[in-house]
């Protein structure tokens, strides 16, 4: 097997274990999905790659390109960074999912293949087993977006303040759609997995309301 086969072989295990990663940020709707995972864990190794073979063609250091990988990544991953509401920061996850999968393409790249193949089922773990174990123990704090009808939008709003007094919790980002039958109120609120349940409940349990819905969390990690 030549070299050049052997480097094409490694951009092609790096595609497909960033391939994985993104297929799971993907499913997840995360703004970093298959194909920013892939490009960077491939992109990673080919660097990895270009730094090794250009030092040794110009006679300099096999670490100078590779090293560069890091603060660029960072940056990457500080795009991915919102600060949408309040305390609400979104996007830590993605950024750090990130990082991992430069390191995975940098693995793979210098020829660490069961390093790399490791990191990458650990973060598919991590993803995906720990995410259910904070909401089943009712440890993460998310926004979750709720629309309620009713006869007027004062009602409503009152109505959903009062239901939210004994979890001190406020609604924010309030939209008001009129209709010729009634009113159409969506807003966010924070708390829980159990929290939300129980606001749920509560919403749904308001004889003042025609008609409740929940839509889910916004911009869940």
Do not use: W
């Not at 001190?168 to 039958?181: D, E, G, K, L």
Request: glycine share 10%; net charge neutral; proline share 4%.
């Amino acid at each position: 097997m030549t070299p050049i086969i052997g480097d094409l072989e490694k951009l092609i295990i790096a595609a497909a274990l960033g391939g994985l990663i993104g297929l799971e940020r993907e499913a997840r709707h995360r703004p970093a999905g298959l194909r920013t995972n892939l490009f960077i864990c491939m992109g990673a190794a080919m660097f990895t790659l270009l730094s090794d073979q250009l030092a040794g063609t110009h006679t300099g250091d096999h670490t100078r390109i590779a090293a560069q990988i890091i603060p660029g990544i960072g940056f990457i991953g500080a795009g991915s960074i919102i600060h949408a509401r309040g305390d609400l920061v979104t996007g830590i996850t993605s950024a750090a999912t990130l990082f991992v999968v430069a390191s995975v393409g940098m693995a793979v790249g210098g020829g660490m293949y069961l390093i790399a193949a490791f990191a990458t089922f650990l973060v598919l773990g991590v993803l995906s087993l720990l995410g259910l174990l904070e909401r089943f123990m009712n440890l993460k704090i998310m926004f979750y977006v709720y629309e309620v009808a009713g006869s007027s939008a004062d009602k409503v709003t009152a109505e959903v303040n009062g239901i939210l007094e004994p979890f001190h919790r406020m609604i924010s980002n309030v939209q008001v759609a009129p209709t010729p039958h009634h009113v159409r109120v969506r807003f966010e609120c924070e708390g829980t997995r159990r929290q939300q349940a129980h606001l749920l409940r509560s919403l749904r349990d308001s004889a003042l309301f025609e008609s409740v819905t929940s839509l889910g969390p916004v911009q869940p990690e």
